[in-house]
T-cell receptor, first 112, second 114 residues
Framework: EDQVTQSPEALRLQEGESSSLNCSYTVSGLRGLFWYRQDPGKGPEFLFTLYSAGEEKEKERLKATLTKKESFLHITAPKPEDSATYLCAVHGYGGSQGNLIFGKGTKLSVKP | DGGITQSPKYLFRKEGQNVTLSCEQNLNHDAMYWYRQDPGQGLRLIYYSQIVNDFQKGDIAEGYSVSREKKESFPLTVTSAQKNPTAFYLC?????????????FGPGTRLTVL
């Protein structure tokens, strides 16, 4: 059964304090791994897609990396506006076209 | 601007009532999806559709129904058979190609049962 586990559940950082969020996954052949940002009361905002181990993608202070078992979202010198819940999702070859498996998310708080 | 719209933003339902949530997209995407989000849980797929007049059940379809009469629209009806409908409902869409394509989400509808 495809599964996604995100850690930690919550992370509190001081402004400028770099850190990483983890997404561990079990899937029968990976089609894609997705990172989203979700602000309270809003829909998830797409950040990155990673397709194969070793792949990396960057956007401003965020960098996503992928191995065969996990993905990391590295946040460099975060700012208070980076506070949000970050969601990880996977789509495996064993699943249907529509079936993304989501983790429960990591709630990031960045204090000034 | 291209995007996905959902309405209403907030919806209140009495016990035994059916309610319909609207989802419209102008991204020319072929596929559309409905998810449910509960506190402390990941998003769960209710229904999805890859083409007009066709749709498939997701993991938690019981108590819900959908239609896909137009490419742009994918309304979700929460029926009285859904025992615990209070949740945040998210609509998404994607293109369909030879490789997997990203899903883009609307702003959501928060449904509360009174």
């Amino acid at each position: 059964e495809d599964q996604v586990t995100q850690s930690p559940e919550a992370l509190r950082l001081q402004e400028g304090e770099s850190s990483s969020l983890n997404c561990s996954y079990t899937v029968s052949g990976l089609r894609g791994l997705f990172w989203y940002r979700q602000d309270p009361g809003k829909g998830p905002e797409f950040l990155f897609t990673l397709y194969s181990a070793g792949e990396e993608k960057e956007k401003e202070r965020l960098k996503a990396t992928l191995t065969k078992k996990e993905s990391f979202l590295h946040i460099t010198a975060p700012k208070p506006e980076d506070s949000a819940t970050y969601l990880c999702a996977v789509h495996g070859y064993g699943g249907s076209q529509g079936n993304l498996i989501f983790g429960k998310g990591t709630k990031l708080s960045v204090k000034p | 601007d291209g995007g996905i719209t959902q309405s209403p933003k907030y919806l209140f339902r009495k016990e035994g009532q059916n309610v319909t949530l609207s989802c419209e997209q102008n991204l020319n995407h072929d596929a559309m999806y409905w998810y449910r989000q509960d506190p402390g849980q990941g998003l769960r797929l209710i229904y999805y559709s890859q083409i007009v007049n066709d749709f498939q059940k997701g993991d938690i379809a019981e108590g819900y129904s959908v239609s896909r009469e137009k490419k742009e629209s994918f309304p979700l009806t929460v029926t009285s058979a859904q025992k615990n409908p209070t949740a945040f409902y998210l609509c998404a869409s994607s293109i369909i190609g030879t490789s997997y394509n990203e899903q883009f989400f609307g702003p959501g509808t928060r449904l509360t049962v009174l």
